[in-house]
């Protein structure tokens, strides 16, 4: 049987998918985005606190992501799609390490992408690379703070992610045009959300949801996505713990990177395609959902 097309749930009575609406997802965020605007307001007109602080800023995060987990949740509800399920459980004898291999080629790849980007738009487009580069920069001036970021980046943000992008958006998009099509706009979404790598967040979209399909089983991406973001973090903050983050100085580091990050991208991009094209589903592929998770 290929890929249901229709909404109709005569057609595919045990798809809880078909149910699914994802589209509900959106005036929740736009109520989201709302509220936590509102909330910056009060935060700078009510305290002394900068709404720039990195403890603001975690809040923020924070209900954002509380946001996401009660959108999935009551959307789980309603469509009748059992969480557990969904997540399952790893394959007895799961073989780790080409999740291990597309770990490190992934981040290699998404350190080079962002750093080619990074000088082209310095040429072309300065005052969006300053936008960029200022919005993926945090400063962390505590250890209290830097630790409750690293829980967000290490443990909430993956689980939510990839609950919600490769557990209910390729489920849904995949019962409703095909898995294939499901994959590529969950992964083409996933990138544009994250604008400070989108390069590297669409590659990781797709490595993340074909794992998913091999092991059936959330837990192999939310696993190498935490392990992404557990580098990322100690790299990122910990060899920078004390030094003062100025734009000139990621400007200069830029302009150095440039041909090492296209060597990066030229080493590690024929790798993911081959992946990519290598485990690509077929067209009647089922979601994993419906293999039993």
Known sequence: MGPESADDPGDAP????LRLRSRTLIPWAIVGSVAGGVFLVIVSSVTPMDPDSAIVEFVFALAFYGLLAAWIAWACRR???DLRRLVGRVPAGYNWLPA???????MVFSTGSWFVTAYGLSH???GLLEALVTLGETIVDSIAVAVAWAILAVVIGPVTEEVLFRGMLVSRWGTKWGIGTGIVVSAVIFGVLHPVDAAGAT???FVAALL?????TLIVPIAVHAANNLVATVTGDLFAWGEPWTLAAELEEIEAMALPGLAMVVVTLPVIIW???????SRDAEIPYMKGG
Request: hydrophobic fraction near 45%; charged fraction near 10%.
């Open 14 to 17: 045990d798809n809880p998918f």
């Open 79 to 81: 469509a009748g799609i």
């Open 100 to 106: 291990l291999g597309l770990l490190v080629t992934t």
């Open 124 to 126: 072309l487009a300065p």
């Open 203 to 205: 590659a990781f979209g």
């Open 212 to 216: 998913y399909l091999q092991s059936r």
């Open 275 to 281: 992946y990519v094209r290598r485990h690509w589903p």
